[in-house]
């Protein structure tokens, strides 16, 4: 039996649309005039006009009620252009704080990653350095803090707005279900490895377009055959993550959560969100990862110069991945998730 894996209608309108939106308002010059903060205020500005901010809430909290598979596909056109906003932290941070009234209009929402030290302080929590307010775990509690944010941020690969951010200063609301945590920070790991997949894609048409135009000895060098089996070996794997992403995007809209979902390793059958969403971010970090480190190495010395775009999706693909954990901790984490539900 034939498995149609295209977007469906709808979803084309909205990769259409978005595509169309960050390829005219976040062109490179804008990600490294956002530069090293990695915030674009305007972009973001056209993006509340836009309601993107608001897709991820039910139409009952005053959002457009979007799937997460149509989320994921918003993600995946703002990895494509690296675009400098805290969208998907913002829609993960803001699906938890739904009918709690607590974030304002206007307001950035954001998720601590990690619980907080025993100081009360969420470290490099991404979008921490812009964010009003933060969601995370403090003392085994589900809060949400307001305070003001620090607007600077540490140097980092990625140049990400990350900052640490208190747990217990400011205006602090507990929420009612810790487990709620870890449900939002699975789809953070669903939405970053959707833009991991823009910027893997991205690369490869970088890298195609590069070996087209650039020559030696007489010719374009993608006609030289270890430059043409470097680059064809990319789509099955930057193809296989999107796939991935999306089975975890469709695992999550129909409520395979919380065990409600199939791991069975003896025929390979994961239909759990949790373990799908570690695989999705996993998979799509090494997809981006190769595909601009390739890229990268056709453009030869001009590759790691800074007039040059390739640069800009291969630090990104390492501090977008990183900004987690180490991956090696996340795939021993994956396998806790896999084979203690299986024993």
């Given at each position: 039996m034939a498995i149609d894996f295209s977007l469906s209608p709808?979803?084309?309108?909205?990769?259409d649309v978005f595509t169309s939106f960050f390829s005219q308002e976040s062109g490179?010059?804008?990600?490294?005039?956002?530069?090293?903060?990695?915030?674009a205020p305007e972009l973001w500005s056209k993006l509340q006009d836009m309601e993107a901010p608001a897709m991820a809430l039910p139409e009952a909290q005053g959002g457009a009620g979007a799937t997460m598979a149509d989320l994921v596909v918003v993600a995946e056109a703002l990895g494509r252009a690296l675009a400098p906003v805290p969208l998907l932290e913002h829609w993960a941070a803001s699906r938890v704080l739904a009918g709690s009234n607590f974030l304002a209009d206007g307001e950035i929402a954001t998720l601590a990653l990690r619980p907080s030290t025993d100081e009360g302080i969420w470290r490099l929590v991404p979008a921490g350095a812009i964010a009003q307010v933060v969601v995370g775990l403090d003392d085994g509690e589900l809060v949400a803090v307001r305070s003001e944010p620090p607007l600077r941020a540490p140097k980092n690969h990625g140049s990400a707005p990350l900052a640490d951010r208190s747990s217990r200063l400011g205006e602090r609301l507990v929420l009612t279900e810790?487990?709620?945590?870890?449900?939002?920070l699975d789809e953070w790991r669903v939405f970053t490895a959707a833009a991991l997949v823009g910027i893997a894609q991205q690369a490869l048409d970088i890298g195609v377009a590069y070996a087209l135009e650039r020559t030696a000895f007489g010719r374009p060098i993608g006609a030289f055959q270890s430059v043409q089996h470097g680059l064809a070996e990319l789509p099955a794997l930057i193809d296989g993550s999107r796939f991935l992403v999306h089975k975890a995007a469709w695992a999550r809209d129909n409520g395979l959560i919380h065990g409600a979902g199939e791991i069975n390793?003896?025929?390979?059958?994961?239909?759990e969100f949790a373990p799908l969403a570690a695989m999705a971010f996993l998979e799509s970090a090494e997809a981006a990862a190769v595909a601009t480190d390739k890229s990268l190495h056709y453009h030869g010395g001009y590759g790691f110069s800074l007039e040059y775009d390739i640069q800009l999706y291969f630090r990104r693909a390492r501090g977008w991945a990183n900004i987690l954990n180490d991956p090696a901790r996340e795939r021993l984490r994956l396998a806790d998730l896999l084979w203690t539900r299986e024993a």
């Open positions: 709808d979803q084309q309108v909205i990769a490179t010059e804008v990600v490294r005039a956002a530069e090293p903060l990695g915030h810790p487990g709620a945590f870890d449900l939002a390793m003896d025929d390979g059958t994961i239909t």
